[in-house]
């Protein structure tokens, strides 16, 4: 790799070849997602019955998470001990007590163990396998795998902390809000492919100013507006982040003034979109969380999801869309988490927006190596703050990025 220098400004600035250089994104791959970090892999609800499996990723690597026959769930890179077939293709699915390769017919439990091939004694007596080959050294690469309130995580590495110590006691009273215990309901999925760089996503979660600028349906409806009460708070990487605010109205003042996309006459022919029930402890009606590297976890007012980032090379990613609720609901707010979940996803009438900017900001960064985006709102520091009137978030997400990456 070129020596790439960052900008003497430091975290309020970020050079655009984070976004478009290969040997950067190969460092992201190897001390980030396979890192001592813990990515999303899966609800547990999508696995329910032993036999049950979701082929999820870490960065790059396609994973298989398996409900066991005890019921507990255990993690394998989707890849074949044998010659390295890629054993699921399905997004999910179910096995009666195997895994089985299709090339070879290699055949695992749903532990991962090697249990069997076909002529490993030969065919009438001839071929086969070594007398001393050992099924047990060649089974499915497992990984790490811990779960917390319905979700499961994974990580390729030994020396990642135990996952409460990774998000730390702040960032887990944000996550314990949302998986307090309760059992899950999952509701549905969306995907999307994004011409951009996987950061972008991130970013765009922790920049709370665009909420109140890009989005005409939030400004408009008070639903995420830097004139609501509004926190941000980080922890001490500066890579984990919850943005919490509470809901405004359709109304004219300070703050709405100054945005372009606030259309007073605006009205909804079916306002059960925005229609809100409390359901959570204390005032917020939002709280957006980024789980460091690869989770938006997202309470916007009762539509719940996670979104899984899939990086795939610095040009491209793929995002996952888990829309969730819990077992106990009643059909009236299934109905209700479904409705509210059309502002969100590919096609949601918040979410869209943001699809299109951060594509159309990673054409920006063509050929502009020598160029950089500049965070300085609300200061160059990084404390937590009580607005949203800020790039704090940025700047801290850069401070721990640069950190790991050695930049
Ligand atoms: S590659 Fe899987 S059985 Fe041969
Ligand atoms: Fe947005």
């Given amino acids: 790799m070129n020596e790439r220098i960052w900008p003497v400004q430091g975290d309020s600035r970020v050079p655009y070849w984070v976004y478009t250089d290969e040997a950067i994104y190969r460092r992201e791959l190897e001390r980030i997602f396979e890192g001592p970090t813990w990515s999303y892999l899966a609800l547990e609800c999508e696995i329910p019955n032993p036999g049950d499996y979701k082929r999820t990723s870490i960065g790059e690597r396609s994973v298989l998470v398996v409900r066991g026959e005890n019921g507990a769930i255990s993690g394998f890179l989707n890849r074949c001990a044998h010659r390295g077939t890629q054993l699921c293709q399905q997004d999910t699915g179910h096995v009666k007590r195997y895994i089985t390769c299709p090339y070879?017919?290699?055949t695992y439990d749903l532990e991962g163990r090697l249990r069997g091939l076909p002529f490993f004694r030969g065919v009438k007596g001839v071929g086969?396998?070594?007398?001393?080959?050992?099924?047990?050294?060649?089974?499915l690469t497992p990984i790490r795998i811990q779960g917390r309130g319905g979700a499961v995580f994974g990580s390729l590495s030994a020396e990642a902390p135990t996952l409460?110590?990774?998000f730390g006691r702040k960032m887990l009273g944000f996550y314990d809000r949302v998986f307090d215990?309760?059992?899950?309901?999952?509701?549905?999925?969306?995907?999307?492919?994004?011409?951009?760089?996987w950061k972008l996503i991130l970013e765009n979660i922790k920049?709370?100013?665009h909420a109140s600028l890009l989005h005409v349906f939030f400004v408009t409806f008070g639903l995420f507006r830097v004139d609501n009460p509004s926190k941000l708070r980080m922890d001490d990487s500066g890579l984990h982040t919850a943005l919490i605010s509470e809901r405004g109205r359709q109304e004219f003042n300070e703050g709405t003034r100054q945005m372009q996309s606030f259309k007073a006459e605006l009205t909804l022919q079916d306002p059960r979109i925005i229609d809100a029930v409390r359901e959570f402890p204390g005032?917020?009606?939002?709280?957006?969380?980024?789980?460091w590297p690869n989770l938006i976890l997202q309470q916007q007012s009762?539509?719940?999801?996670t979104?899984?980032?899939v990086p795939r090379g610095p040009h491209e990613f793929d995002l996952h869309w888990t829309f969730f609720g819990y077992a106990d609901d009643d059909a009236e707010m299934t109905e209700r988490r479904l409705r509210q979940a059309n502002l969100m996803g590919p096609g949601g009438l918040v979410s869209m927006d943001d699809g299109e900017i951060i594509t159309r900001a990673q054409e920006g960064f063509r050929n502009a190596a020598e160029a950089a985006g500049v965070n300085e709102m609300g200061g160059r520091d990084y404390a937590d703050a009580d607005h949203m009137v800020t790039d704090v978030a940025l700047r801290a997400f850069y401070r721990g990025y640069r950190r790991v990456m050695g930049l």
Avoid at 130 to 139: K, N, Q, R, T, V
């Fill in 104 to 106: 070879h017919q290699w």
């Fill in 128 to 139: 086969g396998m070594p007398p001393d080959f050992s099924m047990a050294e060649h089974g």
């Fill in 164 to 166: 409460e110590h990774y």
């Fill in 307 to 309: 979104r899984q980032i």
């Fill in 283 to 291: 005032e917020a009606t939002v709280i957006m969380h980024t789980f």
């Fill in 302 to 305: 009762n539509t719940l999801a």
């Fill in 207 to 209: 920049d709370t100013c």
């Fill in 181 to 197: 215990g309760r059992e899950l309901r999952l509701l549905g999925y969306s995907r999307q492919r994004l011409a951009a760089n």
